[in-house]
């Protein structure tokens, strides 16, 4: 890394400073303003609409594998999915994905 | 004395620790390795407090890319914030101003989606209510995610080389998505997310997954606008 101290904060505080914009932009324009039906008709499916896209090149092409898939990581995803689905409980969910991960991992290696 | 859906919160939001404690130590130790000094890197974890970009834009500075495009493609990143915060307007817009800034600080993913998952099953709830659930989902994982970089930062890696650490991130969005597949327009959206995001992977920037979320939002939009239509006719 070839960066002065100056251009490393820059980048540090740039890029805290835009973050913090960005999660700001919507909750302080809109504050207590009502939105039209159609706007939050969409905004309704944002978390669904985001993370499962974010997760899938995670799931199916990890880096650690240098993106091949992966038998131990995709058989968690899906024992995760399974366990939250038969459990609907998130911190069981969490728990027992992370136990089959590390289950698989070691009969596996 | 503090409020109840605080608690409950605070209880939500402890499993997390479990991901955010490696994922902290990892950047800490991935940020020292690439050269910067201890105060850099939790400059990093303390102002930007967003896993994902802290790594796009460490990872680009060991490729030296010009500052410009280090913070552009870590930016780019974290857009997705624009659109929790949209999400969370009808949620926490009414409350006080200095309160929605604090919102805003501590808006990570797992803040974001415990957040509203709960403001979806509880209609009732109030705007209080729903800050103090928050706050209390937010204790137990940001503390852990500074101290988590600081312990890799100053203390080096005690994980071994070789677990799957990294898939604790999965896990956890995991945990969090499927309760809130409730109805077919929600499995819709969360299908062209999938998708989309596999489709528009060759963008750059991470744009991808933000053509694929703004698809899926209108997918899931369009469903419940038909189902609705259908269930009135």
């Known amino acids: ?109 | 004395m503090l409020p109840k859906d605080f608690w409950h919160g605070f209880r939500d939001g402890t499993p997390f620790i479990l991901v955010i404690l490696p994922f902290g130590a990892v950047f800490g130790v991935v940020a020292t390795e690439a050269g910067l000094n201890l105060a850099q890197v939790m400059g990093f974890s303390v102002l930007v407090i967003a896993g994902a970009a802290q790594f796009v834009a460490v990872q680009m500075m060991v490729d030296n890319a010009p500052v410009l495009i280090v913070l552009a493609a870590s930016l780019a990143v974290n857009l997705r914030m624009a659109m929790y915060s949209a999400s969370l307007a009808p949620h926490l817009g009414k409350i006080s101003w200095w309160k929605r800034g604090i919102v805003s600080y501590f808006m990570v993913d797992q803040a974001y989606a415990a957040s509203i998952l709960k403001y979806e099953q509880s209609p009732g709830m109030t705007p209080k209510g729903k800050f103090a659930y928050y706050l209390g989902i937010v204790t137990p994982i940001c503390p852990v995610w500074y101290g988590a970089t600081w312990a890799g930062a100053s203390l080096g890696t005690a994980v071994p080389a070789g677990l799957p650490i990294d898939f604790a991130v999965p896990i956890t969005f995991l945990a969090l998505i499927v309760p809130m597949l409730r109805s077919m327009a929600h499995v819709a959206a969360a299908l062209v997310s999938i998708i989309g995001v596999l489709v528009f992977a060759a963008l750059p920037f991470n744009l991808g997954l933000l053509v694929a979320a703004l698809l899926a939002m209108m997918a899931g939009a369009e469903v419940e606008r038909r189902i609705t239509l259908r269930r009135q006719s």
Do not use: C
């Open chain 1, 1 to 109: 890394m070839s960066f002065s101290t100056t251009q490393i904060w820059t980048i540090i505080v740039g890029l805290g400073l835009g973050s913090y914009l960005l999660r700001l932009s919507f909750l302080g324009i809109i504050g207590n303003r009502d939105l039209p039906e159609w706007v939050l008709r969409h905004l309704r499916y944002t978390a669904v609409a985001v993370m499962p896209g974010m997760i899938t090149p995670l799931i199916l092409f990890p880096q650690a594998t240098e993106g091949t898939l992966d038998p131990v990581r995709l058989g968690a995803a899906v024992a995760t999915v399974a366990i939250s689905f038969m459990t609907r409980n998130a911190t069981l969910t969490i728990f027992g994905g992370a136990a089959v991960l590390f289950a698989l991992h070691f009969l596996m290696h």
